[in-house]
Structure formats: structure tokens, C-alpha cells
């Protein structure tokens, strides 16, 4: 089992950035499929990157490549999304997802990812 907590969220203006912070507990992250995904309100949650936490190549959505950065630090238990560039768009409560260990990392479907964070508000103002 692996407990993740999210932080980091917050009002920002349009351009602006945010980093986001999603801390597991009671498991290692390495070895572990670790994603962002985000919801807005009657909509499905859809996924925004993926890592998996032995440092391999990081997978995003198109919507938010070359704008957004997941990253890892193991030391911390940690998995970061750095959000540059922000759009209105991109108004959503984001949540960190997690699968058990060593299974594969090349699937953004919410329903393959079992364990889940309580969720960080952002909210972007134009």
C-alpha cells in the first residue's frame, strides 16, 4: 500500500507557474508508475503525464507538452509536476496516481492506477 498526498496548489494568473508535490508514504515510489491527472467538475479525469520511478522517459499530454515537467527525487519519496505557462484551460483539481510495483507505466487510463492522493486545487485566471 502507498498513501500520496498532494501539494503545492493555488490561484495564478494566466502565464503564471505552480509546482505541484505529490509525497508517498508507506511504499517506495521507485519502481512504481507515478501520473498527474485532473478533473474539472462534470467532466472525466483526464490524464496530464506519467513517470516511472526509476528515471525512465516521462510521457505527457499533448495539451500540456512543452509546458509541463514531471520529475521524481527519490530521496523524498516525491513525484513534482512543474506547471510553466499556465492557461484558463488548465483550471482543474489535479490528483497524483499511483500503480503497484513494478507493473508497466504506458497506460494514462484513470481506471489502471490504484492508488490516489486526495487531490490540489488550480485554479488559472485570465
Known amino acids: 500500500q502507498v498513501q500520496l498526498v498532494e501539494s503545492g496548489g493555488g490561484s495564478v494568473q494566466a502565464g503564471g507557474s505552480l509546482r505541484l508535490s505529490c509525497t508517498a508514504s508507506?511504499?517506495?515510489?521507485?519502481?512504481?508508475?507515478v501520473a498527474w491527472f485532473r478533473q474539472v467538475p462534470g467532466k472525466e479525469r483526464e490524464g496530464v503525464a506519467r513517470?516511472?520511478?526509476?528515471?525512465?522517459?516521462?510521457y505527457y499530454a499533448g495539451f500540456v507538452e512543452g509546458r509541463f515537467t514531471i520529475s521524481q527525487d527519490n530521496a523524498k519519496n516525491t513525484i513534482y509536476l512543474q506547471m510553466d505557462n499556465l492557461e484558463p484551460d488548465d483550471t482543474a483539481m489535479y490528483y497524483c496516481?499511483?500503480?503497484?510495483?513494478?507493473?508497466?507505466?504506458?497506460?494514462?487510463?484513470?481506471?489502471?492506477?490504484?492508488?490516489w492522493g486526495q487531490g490540489t486545487q488550480v485554479t488559472v485566471s485570465s
Open positions: 508507506g511504499s517506495t515510489i521507485i519502481n512504481r508508475c
Open positions: 513517470i516511472y520511478g526509476n528515471g525512465g522517459s516521462p
Open positions: 496516481a499511483a500503480r503497484g510495483r513494478y507493473t508497466a507505466c504506458a497506460d494514462m487510463r484513470s481506471q489502471a492506477y490504484t492508488f
